[in-house]
């Protein structure tokens, strides 16, 4: 794990530039009084194009490295954003806030790149992550909620409501600080049978996140479900440990997951977003411009993800299709059905609450 890097003080910077400007703006020699006079008036457009790129920019913030880790492949659309996030603000900064990204689990599993993040020790300062904050406030859980949400729209109405701003805060309570919402593609169920039915699901072992809610979903369905890091999605499969697993078509791809299953089951069963967020206790020791500058390149970036994201949905099925994967069509109402009713019965008051908010959003109501 790298070691926090102590920020670096600009004074030597403001000194030399101190003194530029009182040799300006002092008397100074006759000669160089008289070169001021028979010199031609410059403009102040001209004085800006004499300017080192990025140096304006590299005077108003202090000296920060960023580690943004994610568990997606570097052909995904989080890592294009991590990228495009490194981008904008490596340029805004004139270099002075760096980011390194670690994609692939590479410094570790969500769980405990969060654990880090929220320590600020500066070993990961950037995650992206969604229900399993519940390990650390119980009622971030509800995002992980099954057929909580029923279209884009109605995520539009809860992430942009009162029930956003509530999590957002409960995510700041836990340590970390929101950046923004990632949109993901509905998660789907894939497997090498034929699943038509939550009757088909009996005995089956299923991969899940290690999220109370999604477990109880499925086992209410009558499957069993496993928790493990999605780095070892595959080779589970590969190997029989279990059967299927659930997850959105840009993860099905990404991972390669068509090379070892054969279906994908559209249950659609959750429609999610994971936050984009930075460790509270680092954010929190930035100067206000470095936190405005860090915020807005993540707005910039999160905007830009979502077009790509848009972009591939509308082609990754037929993707995975070609690469021989077979989708059956199901009727959903019964999956939600068992589904909800699990899940029902493990949440906590808390998080019924905030169920009921996001049931009560739905523009379609």
């Known amino acids: 794990m790298r070691k926090v890097k102590k920020f670096m003080a600009l004074g030597a910077a403001a000194v030399m530039a101190a003194s530029m400007l009182a040799g300006c703006g002092g008397s100074g020699s006759a000669a160089t009084e008289a070169q001021k006079e028979n010199a031609a008036p410059v403009s102040a457009e001209a004085e800006k194009e004499k300017e080192p790129a990025g140096e304006a920019a590299s005077t108003e913030v202090e000296k920060i490295d960023l580690v943004f880790s994610h568990i997606n492949a570097e052909t995904h659309t989080w890592h294009k954003m991590a990228e495009k996030f490194k981008e904008l603000i490596e340029e805004k900064s004139g270099g002075n806030i760096t980011v390194t990204i670690y994609p692939n689990n590479q410094l570790g599993s969500e769980i405990e790149t969060v654990q880090s993040a929220i320590a600020g020790m500066g070993d990961c300062d950037i995650v992206l992550t969604g229900e399993s904050m519940q390990t650390y406030v119980e009622e971030l859980g509800i995002i992980g909620?099954?057929?909580?949400?029923?279209?884009?729209?109605?995520?539009?109405?809860?992430?942009?409501?009162?029930?956003?701003?509530?999590?957002?805060?409960?995510?700041?309570?836990?340590?970390?600080?929101?950046?923004?919402?990632?949109?993901?593609?509905?998660?789907?169920?894939?497997?090498?049978?034929?699943?038509?039915?939550?009757?088909?699901?009996?005995?089956?072992?299923?991969?899940?996140?290690?999220?109370?809610?999604?477990?109880?979903?499925?086992e209410a369905m009558g499957a069993k479900p496993t928790p493990m890091a999605f780095s070892e999605i595959f080779t589970s499969l590969q190997q029989g440990v279990?059967?299927?697993?659930?997850?959105?078509?840009?993860?099905?791809?990404?991972?390669?997951?068509?090379?070892v299953q054969d279906y994908v089951i559209e249950t659609e069963h959750l429609r999610a977003w994971v936050y984009m967020a930075i460790s509270e206790a680092r954010f929190s020791s930035f100067s206000p411009e470095a936190q405005a500058m860090i915020q807005e390149c993540a707005s910039e970036a999160i905007a830009y993800e979502h077009e790509l994201f848009l972009a591939d949905e509308a082609q990754?099925?037929?993707?995975?299709?070609?690469?021989?994967?077979?989708?059956?069509?199901?009727?959903?109402?019964?999956?939600?059905?068992?589904?909800?009713?699990?899940?029902?019965?493990?949440?906590?008051?808390?998080?019924?609450?905030?169920?009921?908010?996001m049931v009560a959003a739905d523009p379609a109501k």
């Open 145 to 218: 909620m099954p057929y909580a949400i029923t279209s884009d729209e109605h995520m539009d109405a809860v992430l942009e409501g009162d029930v956003g701003k509530e999590l957002g805060d409960l995510m700041l309570k836990a340590g970390l600080r929101s950046l923004g919402a990632v949109k993901r593609g509905p998660r789907n169920i894939t497997s090498n049978k034929e699943i038509h039915t939550p009757d088909d699901l009996k005995g089956f072992i299923i991969r899940t996140p290690e999220s109370k809610m999604t477990m109880a979903a499925f």
């Open 242 to 259: 279990i059967h299927g697993q659930e997850n959105p078509l840009a993860n099905i791809y990404d991972a390669s997951l068509y090379e």
């Open 316 to 357: 990754l099925k037929s993707t995975l299709e070609e690469k021989g994967m077979i989708f059956i069509e199901v009727d959903q109402t019964p999956f939600k059905e068992k589904a909800v009713s699990g899940v029902l019965e493990v949440l906590s008051d808390k998080q019924k609450a905030i169920y009921e908010k």
